[in-house]
């Protein structure tokens, strides 16, 4: 059998595409993270529980409604916009003119809401949820057997990832959004609808939680917790990519997955807490992160 | 001149009066309290108002807001409780042991975290507590899911017995008003009006000439070794350390705590404390979930309230009074 | 005797041939925080005049743009823009309403290239420009459209900063000191820019350091002093006021 430093090739494979897996998540939160926080200076601690919220429209609408996972793919991102839009509308909006802390406390307490109500009315254990028809078995592809559904995960996030970077680099709204990240009044006093893009953006970044939401719907469970303990490991990254970038924040959260994965197969035992080593050496030799511009 | 007024985390801090007084009520109203409530009620909360007190500390007089401060309350649970349990040294030295890891870890939390500010100082501490949490998780000391427990309170100083529920609440209730008095003594003191000019306006307390860094960091491990004291103090009253105290919830809920009662104020954080426990033996009971209602106490608080009730008490009396 | 004695007299010479003001400013006072910084300021720009409003530095001539524009919310007054008043209208509904702003420090955005910073300015009304005529003026602009915004030298970016409000059919521009820091040939070309907008019917309240540029192209001048304006008058009564007008702008 081929061994790579004395690590079986299938095992270091398998190893490799969970760490991507688990990058294509922390490269989808981080990124909505960073939209969101780029425009309205808003950390938001309620990323992980969106992300759950996701996950759990998409069981949902497949237990209550009969929609399946591709409808859900759909639909269960535009739920979770709606919520958070509401959110961002009738809340968050009187928090723009306070100090930054307070966007990042009120989405906590928002996180806990979430998930506590969740937990009250699902329990703790997680509700099964099937991988579609389509994606079910595995291919062969030379080095190992992929199962398909996480083959479909990584390109998925990708092409999310990469649309969400040309829509933000190429068109007119990503122009508008760009401009305002910069200067917000002067893009208002031009004439642009300053609060609604900030409610279009928090949605659209809630949104991308909800898509990583249902992703991982058929790989973890649905449960209600699964959102919090990433939503810590996704601000580590965030830190370490630094939140100036979107560029940034998805190379950086596919580059930890895959050294978390690699981590698992070489020192098991530190596997849960590299990210955070990574980030502390990270700010000790650039505290501004590695993609990020001097704060 | 900027248009961006904006509201800061904290509220301006008045000069209180001598407060001789006022520690000398506690103290009555400590002495009669147990004549009332459960004492074990009161003695977790007296630990909840030290965890608060250093807590604010650091949030109301340095404006640093920590994510992560589980790791000093539950790491020192966790040591005072092993050395109990396993060194079987007396109270005071197992207490102490527990106020030495605390501190040793705000060192190396504190090091890294001040490298930046504001949100990212807060993102920084939940992660590095978080790490600290899943050492806890894997570490064979702590008994992973099970924790520490099943172990004697010991005699103080090898003579007071603190299994005997009154002589630990005279201790315990000892140490929080040394502590609370300590801590006084920390925010009037000249070391104490640098750290609040560093919340005011940290670059110009740079052009001063004063180290910001050294001081936030001084600050940050003296917020630590106090939140460690409460930690220590919660092991030796329920015989129990567990993953629960080091996890983020517990973080959030010292927030919560100082956030309540009043950042930056002196009684906020005994109040905080008072209001959050109360509320917590009040849900145990009532059915309702309590994360959720924690959650919602939080967004109100934001959106609301963000003076707290002693905030709130005193910006009243000084519009009254102005 | 002092210089605003002789500042106080009142305009004599009948603006706008009998039309409306197409902005009309009336005790208009402004606060930045707990900083009173405008204390009741009056001024009217008729269609089609560029007015100047002369004033040391920090008297509010800036502050007076953006109250107008409303970019301070905190403000109390009266603007009327073509007899509509818009104290009420959301910040990002007065650009529909026909009235642009250059800020004073250009605003152009790094993350923009310059085409995007050119195009950024929804078109709020037709008889803008179109971008070829806008790159046949700026042709420098079409050599770097691709290059981002902030690549480009003070001067260009002045250029563009002016060029992307072109674009939108604004019929009011509050311009706010478009030479500052810029090389004399620079200057000269605003200054043609702004002529340019003249013929074209585009009425400009500018804020100018620059006394001897605002002289060659303004109509009509204010000047400032601590929040309030304290004279007025015309381009052909400024030969009488020059002296008078150095002491008073300490030139």
Redesign the interface.
Known sequence: MTTIFGVALPVLTGQLLIGLINGSFYALLSLGLAVIFGLLRIVNFAHGAFYMLGAFAAWMLLNFAGIGYWGALFLAPLIVAVVGMVIERTMLRALYGLDHLYGLLFTFGLALLLEGGFRHYFGTSGQPFAAPEALRGATNIGFMMLPNYRGWVVVASLVVCLGTWAIIEKTKIGAYLRAATENSTLVQAFGVNVPLLLTLTYGFGCALAGVAGVLAAPLFQVSPLMGSNLIIIVFAVVVIGGMGSILGAIVTGYMLGIVEGLCKVFYPEAANIVVFVIMAIVLLLRPAGLFGKDS | ?????????VMPTRKSPVPALTFAALILVLAILPAFFYPIFVMKLLCFVLFAAAFNLLLGYTGL?SFGHAAFFGGAAYVTAHALKVWQVTPEFAILAGVAAAIVLGLIIGA?AI??????F???T???A??FY??C??APFTNGEDGIQGFSRGHLFGIIDLNETMNLYYFIAAVTVLSLVLIWRIVNSPFGQILRAIRENEPRTISLGYSVQRFKLAAFVMSAGLTGLAGALKALLFQFATLADVA?QMS?EV?LMT?IGGIGTLAGPVVGAGILIGMQNFLATSGL???????????V???LF?RGVVGEILNLLERRRG | MTATDTLTAPATVARGGGAAPQLKVRKLEAWYGESHALHGVDLDVYPGETVTLLGRNGVGKTTTLRAIMGIIRKRKGEVEFEQKSIMRVPLHRIAHAGLGFVPEERGIFASLTVEENLTLPPVVAKGGMSIEKIYEIFPNLFERRGSPGTKLSGGEQQMLAIARILRTGVRLILLDEPTEGLAPVIVERIGEVLKVLKTHGVSVLLVEQNFRFASRIADHFYVMDHGQVIDSFTVSELPARTEALNTALGV
């Not at chain 2, 979930?289 to 967004?299: C, Y």
């Open positions: 001149m900027s248009a961006k007024h904006a509201d800061t985390i807001l890294v490298r930046r500010q504001g949100i990212y807060a993102m920084i939940l992660a590095m978080q790490m899943f050492f998780l894997q983020w959030g927030i956030l979930p309590v994360t959720m209602v924690l959650g919602g106490t939080f967004m608080c934001v959106l963000r």
